[in-house]
Structures are given as C-alpha cells and as structure tokens.
C-alpha cells in the first residue's frame, strides 16, 4: 500500500514542467560538489570488495551490496542465478507515463590482480594526487571541494566500479532535485565480463521478457584521449588464446645442452614472429576475409575526433604507433596482441616450456570460430603439432614442434548504426549534458560483450564510458580520476532525466 | 715442533710400498660404505647453507665451514679476500717426496632460486628415492647401505657441493687406511662462478706464486649421460645479455590501444627470430668467424662415446635435436640460448616492456668481447636503438625499436691438449679407479671459467666432474645422485693417491 502511494505521487510530479537540460546539470552538479565525500566514500567501499575472478566470496558480495544499493533507491531488485556465473544483479523501475525503457549495464567484476606490482593494495584503495608517482592524499581529512585530478587507486575502481557509483551518484541526484526520470530505467551489472561473459547469451536467452528495452547503454571502457565526454557505437569482440609451447620434459642446463635440446622459448617467440608481423599485421591466411568495410557516417565520426596522437605518443614514450595510423583507426582494424609471454625461471638453463598468452581482437563480421579455425590451420602449416590437452609421451615423442592451445571464452564485435532515433536521441542528450559535442566512436578498440545484446535482445546499445583513458585500466594501479566521475554523475543523470524519442 | 714431528712420520711413510690402484679403490670404497651416514651428513650440511649469490651472509657462512673443514684435516687453510668478490677457500698440503702439486677446483657458490617451483625448500635438503615425483626417504632413520639411486634435492647439492664433499671424504678414506697421496695437494673453491667469476682472473694473477701447480682439476659439471666416470678437457665459454625492450611508458588495455602502441613482446620474438634459426643457427653476421675446427684426436673421442643420444630424447620427451647431430658434437658449436622470455603480468595488457635473458656459449677462439660487439652491430643493423643504461625520455621519443643491453660477466672457451703428460696421466689413473676406461670429452657444453687458469698461470686443465647429468643442475629440484657421489669420493682419491708423472 504505500509503495502504491509513492508511485502515485510520482505521477502526480510527472505532470510538473521539466526544468531545462541545462537546469538540470547544474541542479546535478550542485548535489554532487554538496555530496563529494559520500561518492567518493562509496567509491572506496565497492572498490575494497575483491569482487576478482578468482574470489567467488568477494563478488557475491559485491552482488549483495549492489543489490542493497539499489532496493534501497526504490527499485525492484534481485540477482539472476542458476547460469555457473557470479550474480547477475538486476533492477528496474518504472516512471510513469514513460514509453521507452533503457537499461544500465556495467560489470562489477575486476581483472587479475599482481599485488607486488601494484604501489599499493589493490584492495585498499587510495587516494593520490594525480597518476603516477603522485603523493598520497588523506581525502577523508581534506576539506571538499576535492581537487578533480585526484584519482583512487584499486582494481576495478574505473572499469567498472566509477560507473556504477555514477549511476547511483546521478540518480541520488535526481531524487534531491525532485527530477523524475524520463524513462523507465533496468538495471543489469553483470559480474563475469573480464573473463570474457561466458555465461551473458545464456542469461539474455533465460530472461528475455524480464530485459524488454529500447536501448542499452553500457557503462564500460574509457572515454577518449581528449578527455571529453564519449559514446561509443560499437566495441571490438575478443577471443583469447594461450599457447604453451613444449621443451624437454624438465629444465635443462643451457651450457651442456644448449644447440641440442628444443629452446621451447626460442621456438615460442618464432611462432609469435611467425603470426604477427612487426607492424601488427597479422600473418594469418583469410585472417582479414570477413572484415566488414566502414561506413561513410563511421569515417566521417573518426575524422571529427580531437586529435590526440601526438600528445598520446609523448604521455607514453613512443616514437611511432604500430601501423602509423591514427588511434581510432588503427583499432578498427582486428589485433593479435601478445598479452604475457613467460619462459624460465631465472636460472641459467633451457626451459622446459614456455606459455604464450595471445588476446585477438575481432571486428565484424569475424566470429572467434572462424578465427580459431584459422589459427590453428595456420600452426598446423608451420609445422605445429596442436593438442589442446597435456601431450602424452607418444605425442611429444613424435612431435617436433609442439603446442597445446587453450581457447578463452570469446565473441565478435558490433558496430550499432549511428542514424536511428535513439542513436539521434542519446547524442542529443550527452551533448546537453557536457554543454557540446561529444567525441563518437563508430567502435570501441575494447571489447565488452555488446553483440550479444543486439543479437539475443534486437535492441541497439551504446556505449556510456566514463573512465579516463589513462586510467591503467587492466594493468597494476588501476585508477579512478575524479573529474571522471563528476562526468559521468552527470552524464548520467542525462541519460536517466533527459532522454525521450 | 708437533707439525714438524707429523710431517717427518709421513716423509717415513713415504718410503713403504705404495698397495696397488685396484686396493686402493677397494681400501675406499669400504671406507666409505662403512661412512655413508657421516658423508650424506656432511652434504646435507653444506646444502642447507645458501650459499647463492643473492645471499653473502650464507656465502661467508660457507666459505668458513669449507676452511675449517679442510684445517681440521691438516691443511694449511685460509681464505683469499680483497676482490669485491666472496672469499675463495684456499689450501695446501706438502706430501713430502712428491714432484707434482695438483689444485684441485671446485665452487660453493649455487644458481638462483625460484622456491615456488621446487618440491621443497631448495636449502633444506630432502633425501627421495629417485628423480622427479619419486618419495621422501627418511634416510638418517635407514639402515646403510643406502640405495646408490638416492638422491640428496637442494640448490648446488650436486653442483658443485658433491664435489667439494667427495674430496673432504676421498681425503678421509686415505687417511683412515694410511694412505698418503702421490702429489702435493692445493684446494682452490670459490664462490662466485654462477655469476660468471667477473674476479677469478685478478685473484688469480694476485696470487700467482701461491697457485703454482703442474695440474688443475675441475670438480665442476655433470659426467656423460651414460653415467660413465667422465673426463673433459676443456669448456665452452660464455657471456650472459639481459635485453630490456621497451613499449609505452606504462602497460595498456590491449583492446583500446591494440594495433596502435608498440607491442614489446612481440618486439622481443620477433629479435630472437632474427638472432637465431629454428635449428639453433646463429643469425650474427661473423659469429662464426673465430670458431676454431676440432683437431683429429678431439674428433676421435667424441666418436668413442657410448651412444646415449635416443635413450636422451626418449628421457627428455623429445621428438628431435636441435640442429639433428649427437649430443656432444652440437655442444662443440657456440650456441646462443633463451634462458628467460618474460613479458605481461597476467592481465589483459599491451606490456610496457619485456626481458629477454640470453646466455652465449663460446668456443675457442671466440671471445666475449668479439660476440659483444658483433651481436651490438646486428641489433644496429635490425634496426634497434641500442642503449645500455634506462633510456631518457628523448631517447624514447626518436627510437622505434628500443633495447637496453645489459652484458654479464663472461669468459673465453678453452680445449686442453689431450696428448700431454698429465693429461695421459689423469686418463690413466681415473681409468684405475673406474676399472675400465671413462667417457672423455675434448669440450663440455657447459662453461667453467678454466680458460683464465690457462691463461693466467699456464698451467694444463682437465675436468673431473661427478654429478649425474640428470641432476637439474641450475633449474629446480636440482638433486645429488648418491651413486654418483661414490663415484666421486673413488675418482678422487685415485687423483690424490694414484697420480704421477
């Protein structure tokens, strides 16, 4: 009886005029510089949680709370289980009188974490002063406003965790200003994405009517070098591949066998040389067969994005770019990156092995199928003997060249189309929100398993990222910068109060 | 005046009938079966101290143990100190009436350790039944005999601290059975060989007068894989390059930057493709220049090895060698090894950089110095910008392909006359104390600095390795075979007792 009530009085507001785009910024902006230390302190809370692949604790955990966090907004909230996945967590809440649905998708889970290499816990996040080697600063003691180039240090912090404390940010926003939102808003934070989403097609398939909706906006990747607020029409796919290339059966003294037993380290990096060439063409016969040509409009969005190479090629030490390409044209093409790369232990000796890590990167209308297909057809012309278990001793005895390949979970990229109404309509918004044009990309060079909505759900998707680029997102001190998150509370809040087609 | 009173006790010895070679043998070899606790007790000891470079304390602690060890044995004992190396262990022992004064080498020093990778703690010694998975043996709680297939697992357990054991109890197998030796007896151990010995040749030239000799023997390296008593007449040399090569400043998410930064893994393969063939060849234009032929007599005893190449790759799960000639004929060529590849810390990330560790092994009359500058003009001539310190940020600005070169230490390769005096005489004593002839190689694969005792005190080389070839010298879960050391304690006291010439 009395959530009837409260829905009630919302229709009641959903009659009152809707204050101006920019009013509406503003009334966000001012929430936040009042509320800086309880995004900030939630941001720390979500980013201390170890929601890692290799922590099922921590992301139920993340789950839960995430789950609290929005019940206690008002909305409908529950976790999608029964697929072997982590929690999906999933939300919704209907606004009166509001005939489009969007939903809000993030991942709450982090990448692998190497703690010796990180400056501090990765699950002790910190605060500092700007990125590198900048001070630590005690942000609880300081006095707000808080100097928008502190970042937070800890995994997951920007990808995804700034996202979801935007969304909550921005809504928190919204309700103080008495600003319904102008469409109805679900919720889907997934916790299995940096493992590449095995179990997403299942859990779309499983729950289709629950996720109706005319768009998805994705709350993942970075923004662009520029710094200025993003869309993102499409992301590459991604397949990964870990090879292990196979020596003598134990390490080897280098001196007494050195040019008689098989250097497995030796013959890894040939095989690296042998599908990659140093530009980062990919030596792969047919590799590029199924590589669909880019639009007019999609040319035309990469041409009107700032430029950033030059500041990009100084920030990180290059003299040249792979390809000499522009960055946003360089990843449109497909990648075959080479991830890890690890043989012998330190001693002066053969190893027995070494193991290869390789991440392809896919474009439409490649399929991670087909580009193991030709991988491994590929290997096999070079002389490789491919097994995809631990050789027996019959196959390392007859075996010159031998390989065991692990596929990861994969899928293929997805470029939305960039003229359709609720394409025009988030554009429209965004440039509201950040006061001027966005930088569009027809396709992100990252992946998130964006295809997949579009191919089980019909419905377009795009991408609402909020990182800073240089956030060392997926390496040791992944960072959150705050001028970021103040974006992205922003943002969107336009999206969830701004939006209508 | 007791000194004096024990010498002249042995000068009266010397003149009573020296018993045969073949009681010799068997005069030591039930000393020892009647001592093998008190013997494995002493290896167990001196493997527990960490003797490694990354350690001095644990290399003080050794050198100091091996002087007291050898004082209480009647040695004039002392440690050679100045070099900003650890100390070398020195001793000598006048054996009244003899003519010819033997040294006889050995290190203390070990290789790294990685723990991780070992069964056990690499310094606390454990006793199995046998190589790889084979199960701990209580062996202080067995009855001897022990089973000779034991082995003793610890870092330099057999390389060389079996050696340095083998002497201590050859020594005492003399003694007890009131043997004296034929030739006046020198010890030279040092504790810097895994490093390359970068201050063997200034302790050697400070100490010439105190080495002189007429014999070195080199109780370093593992005997022929057909476990026969083994002699060498000389090593390759070597010289380490670590190769840092550099990509963006920090690592990035391979899906956004993919295809457009730099990628140093792939950089560092496609350098090693470039430098090496598939088969081992070395692809530096002059490396083989300086590669001196083997002389007839060196052919002859490689010719006369027991077979041991198929029992070899059928141990090591190999389908086939490198280069497809036997064992010891590849290791006469110098070779150039890919000890260590290492790149990506497990995410999903372009590397920032990535170490390759080469280990180069010379042959006469190659030098380190040549190769240096030959392997510095190829990298030119690939294209790399060759650096040998951390580049600066304009180095980094204007290189392409960026590589910083670090040389270690390294040594020229040497092959003793097989045909002179000592050398026929060592073949034949070692032969006695075997009872049949022993595998003889002109060169071993493996690199003891032995050039710089040629070199700088001109004196004749001959190796008396004992370890067992399968003993994971310089990998984990390195391990002393137990009847190879009895082999060992024979070998020894056949050259302390049974040589003249």
Do not use: C
């Not at 510089?33 to 922590?55: C, K």
């Not at 697929?83 to 990448?111: C, E, I, M, N, W």
């Not at 491919?386 to 692990?406: G, I, N």
């Amino acid at each position: 009886m009395i959530r009837l009530h409260w829905l009630a009085a919302l229709v009641g507001a959903a009659v009152a005029t809707q204050a101006s785009a920019a009013d509406l910024t503003a009334q966000v902006r001012a929430w936040r510089s009042a509320h800086e230390p309880q995004v900030v302190g939630q941001l720390v809370d979500l980013t201390a949680i170890r929601s890692i692949a290799a922590d099922p604790a921590g992301l139920a955990a993340m789950a839960n709370r995430l789950q609290a966090e929005l019940a206690a907004r008002g909305f409908e909230a529950r976790q999608l289980t029964g697929a072997a996945a982590p929690p999906v967590v999933y939300a919704s809440l209907q606004t009166p009188g509001a005939k489009r649905t969007v939903v809000f998708y993030a991942h709450y889970d982090g990448q692998p974490v190497t703690p010796a290499q990180w400056r501090s816990d990765p699950f002790r996040p910190a605060m500092r002063a700007g990125p590198g080697a900048a001070a630590d600063v005690d942000w609880r003691a300081a006095k707000p406003p808080y100097d928008p180039e502190w970042r937070l240090y800890g995994r997951a912090a920007s990808d995804d965790k700034s996202s979801i404390v935007a969304f909550l940010a921005a809504f928190d926003a919204l309700k103080a200003a008495g600003r319904r939102p102008s469409v109805n808003i679900k919720v889907f934070w997934e916790g299995e994405e940096e493992r590449g989403s095995p179990h997403l097609a299942e859990i779309l398939k499983a729950n289709k009517d629950l996720l109706a909706a005319d768009l998805w906006l994705i709350g993942d990747a970075p923004v662009h070098q520029s710094r200025k607020p993003t869309l993102y029409f499409g992301a590459r796919g991604d397949v990964d591949l870990e090879a292990t290339v196979y020596g003598p059966l134990r390490a080897l003294h280098s001196g007494h066998y050195g040019n008689w037993a098989p250097n497995p380290a030796a013959m890894a990096a040939q095989m690296i040389a042998d599908l990659r060439d140093p530009d980062g063409g990919v030596r792969i016969p047919g590799f590029y067969a199924d590589v669909r040509p880019l639009t007019a409009a999609e040319r035309k969005a990469i041409a009107s994005l700032p430029p950033v190479e030059e500041g990009l090629k100084k920030e990180l030490g290059l003299a040249a770019s792979e390809g000499g390409e522009g960055l946003t044209a360089s990843t449109m093409r497909p990648a075959l990156n080479v991830v890890a790369l690890h043989a012998g232990d330190g001693g002066r000796a053969i190893p027995s092995q070494a193991v290869v890590s390789l991440d392809l990167r896919l474009v439409p209308d490649q399929t991670p199928e087909h580009v193991r297909d030709l991988t491994e057809a590929r290997l096999k012309a070079l002389g490789w003997t491919v097994v995809h278990a631990e050789p027996d001793a019959a196959t390392r005895a007859t075996s010159r060249k031998l390989v065991k390949l692990a596929w990861g979970g994969g899928y293929p990229a997805l470029r939305t189309d960039m003229d359709g109404p609720p394409a025009r309509a988030v554009l429209a918004a965004a440039g509201r929100a950040a006061g001027g044009p966005v930088a569009v990309l027809p396709m992100m060079g990252g992946s998130v398993p964006i295809y997949l909505f579009a191919d089980v759900l019909k419905v377009p998707v795009i991408g609402l990222p909020i990182a800073s680029h240089d956030n060392n997102q997926h390496a040791a001190d992944e960072n959150a910068r705050l001028a970021n998150l103040w974006d992205g509370v922003e943002t969107y809040a336009g999206m969830m109060a701004d939006l209508s087609w």
